[in-house]
């Protein structure tokens, strides 16, 4: 199956300076593993996004086809194949 | 005559200033813009210079890079330099402190990070192992937070084995076997936040430094009192007579002269501002028994604080002092703080600064 990625721009140093991506994975792919999938070719990137125990971090915030996920089921939340997964940043920072 | 580095960290970037005679200095752009940068370490050992720093985003969070080219270029290894072990269960918040270790042991950097922990690395910074002795402390459950985050925010190391630790709050603790064991080394060091006698930890010690003189005689600015020990922090008496107040977050000690220290008092806990408005630096050239309030150069009227981090000498001869403020005003001294002059103005707070005269 294959999912579309979006990415901040403000990691574009991260991701070879691209924004949006699309991925092949395995059926059943979770938002998990979509960013492990992301990890596995940017590995900075994944630093940037999850913590080292593998929590999104606080002010990151990722949508499959517009829904949080974490208004869903987190980070195990069912990516379908053609969907889109948006990681941004939400609104923080002084 | 040699050139001098001053890194300046602040709340949304890091400035590098030089100059040949530490009075008119060149200030470079921002580097990491809107990101902090809390911690910086300027390793000049073997002949080359290596500018670490630790740099946290609010979104994306924090990380080490360093730079082998003054900030041409910067590195950043792929699997990040700190991470805590996976058993742990813990995530780095924060990078708080980057201490190259002394000549005769190359390669070794300490780290002091938030949540309470702290760092060896034997590669020059490249990566950092958690000291398990002290992370698996029984006493971590009781540590607390003070008002910036519970962090190992202070790392001293020593001859041989020893080194000390200051974390807010737990206090002081030292170990005498490379990090495997820690003690905590409290005893005189007050803590009027908590109720009854001063406990054996618990205290809310905000900065410490190691005499160049004596290795065994330490410094410490505790949240109210201003402390020495001359036996390796098995105790601690006052020193804060002759000081307009023992509040404050800086303590630093002249790398080459025994007895000189530096700090830079604020009023109160609860008054976080120069005492009447006017910042200075006092100076002790007698361990601590008298003090002389430095001002020449300094602003007339100055309401911001200077932080834990925000203030350092340089090997210099004479040494150099540098303070930063919350202001985002910089300060250099290239007399031992007898006058200064101002290194760059209306920055973000200013967090950290660190200073080298360059090989």
New interface residues.
């Given amino acids: 199956m294959t999912v579309r990625v979006l990415l901040p721009r ?2 574009a140093d991260c991701t070879g300076g691209r924004t949006s991506l699309s991925l092949d994975l395995a059926g059943d792919a979770t938002v998990c593993a979509v960013l492990d999938a992301l990890a596995a070719q940017h ?2 990137f994944d ?3 999850r ?3 593998g ?1 999104l ?1 606080r ?2 915030n990722v949508y499959v086809d517009g829904d949080e996920v974490r208004r869903l089921s987190g980070l195990a939340t069912p990516v379908p194949s053609g969907a889109e997964v948006m990681v941004v ?2 609104v ?3 | 005559m040699a050139t001098t580095l001053l890194a300046i960290g602040t709340r949304k970037g890091l400035w590098l200033a030089t100059s040949e005679d530490r009075r008119s200095w060149s200030l470079s752009s921002p580097h990491f813009l809107m990101t902090e940068v809390p911690s910086i370490g300027i390793d000049t050992r073997g002949g080359r210079t290596r500018l670490m720093v630790g740099v946290r985003s609010e979104h994306f969070g924090p990380t080490v890079v360093h730079s082998d080219d003054l900030g041409v270029t910067w590195d950043e290894p792929a699997a990040g330099a700190i991470r805590f072990p996976a058993d742990t269960g813990a995530a780095v918040e924060r990078i708080w402190q980057l201490r190259p270790d002394a000549d005769d042991r190359p390669g070794v950097v300490w780290a002091g990070c938030e949540p309470i922990s702290v760092w060896r690395s034997d590669d020059g910074g490249d990566h950092f192992e958690l000291c398990r002795g002290l992370w698996d402390h029984p006493h971590r459950a009781e540590w607390g937070a003070g008002y910036g985050g519970a962090a190992a925010h202070s790392v001293v190391p020593g001859p041989g084995g020893t080194v000390h630790v200051a974390m807010s709050t737990g206090g002081v603790y030292r170990t005498r076997d490379g990090g495997a064991s820690w003690q905590p080394r409290n005893a005189g060091i007050s803590a009027y936040f908590l109720p009854g006698p001063a406990p054996e930890f618990g205290q809310c010690v905000h900065k410490i430094a190691r005499d160049a003189a004596d290795p065994r005689r330490l410094y410490a600015q505790n949240h109210h009192g201003v402390h020495r020990s001359d036996d390796d922090g098995d105790t601690w008496t006052s020193i804060a007579a002759g000081l307009p107040s023992d509040f404050g977050f800086v303590m630093l000690a002249d790398p080459r002269r025994g007895g000189r220290i530096w700090v830079v008092p604020l009023v109160a806990d609860g008054q976080r501002i120069p005492p009447d408005g006017r910042l200075a630096v006092h100076r002790s050239d007698d361990a601590g028994e008298t003090w002389q309030r430095l001002d020449a150069g300094l602003p007339v009227d100055e309401y911001n604080a200077v932080l834990r981090d925000a203030a350092c000498v340089d090997a210099g001869d004479p040494v150099g002092v540098y303070v930063g403020t919350r202001g985002g005003e910089v300060y250099a001294s290239a007399d031992a703080g007898e006058s200064f002059t101002q290194v760059a103005g209306h920055l973000p707070d200013v967090l950290c600064v660190r200073a080298a005269v360059l090989p």
């Fill in positions: 403000m990691l590995p900075v630093r940037r996004v913590d080292e125990t929590a971090r002010f990151v940043q939400s923080a920072g002084g």
